[in-house]
């Protein structure tokens, strides 16, 4: 089976996603060269890929939400392959429920997810999550107001920017604790 790799220029830096059998299977953003990018892609497919360099309208969307310029996210076929039923319920309660500019706890997720008292599960599906940041893990935070993780790293500074720009756009002034 081949994928299909969609790659773009986002101004100094590259997106890209993977689409398994026309579903969304992966989304990256703001890489340093095409190089990179296509190797990036290949890794994670882990199989064939077609790799094609244009426009695409889940580009559009990566790149909206990176630049802090758009957060419209139209309706997407997603591949979840690899995740459990539990996993997707997370996954597509976070996309459908907290909306750019909000935030949530691991906790709180969990809850209206249905599954109370699964915070650190949560946790660990975000750090799953491979269609950020059109499924916006950056927008979990801990309990306390503390960003908690994003891309493997405590306090990455990506997160805050991203929170930061969908709150500017929305007209809401928040401040996180570190």
Known sequence: MVMNAIISKNGDSWSGIVLNQGKLYYTTYGMKSKEDIISHLKIIA??????????????????????????????????????????????????????????????????????????????NVMMSNRFGPIIPCHRVIKSDGKLGKFAGKSNN?????????EMKKKGIERYFKF
């Open 46 to 123: 882990n199989a064939p890929i077609d790799v094609e360099e244009r426009s695409h309208p889940i580009i559009d969307v990566i790149n909206g939400i990176a630049n802090g310029t758009n957060f419209a996210v139209p309706d997407i076929d997603f591949d979840f392959t690899g995740f459990t039923e539990k996993e997707v319920k997370v996954l597509k309660t976070l996309l459908e429920e907290v909306p750019a500019g909000k935030t949530i706890s691991y906790g709180k997720l969990a809850e209206i997810s249905g599954f109370p008292r699964a915070a650190q599960f949560v946790g």
């Open 157 to 165: 500074p990506q997160k805050k920017k991203l929170l930061d720009q």
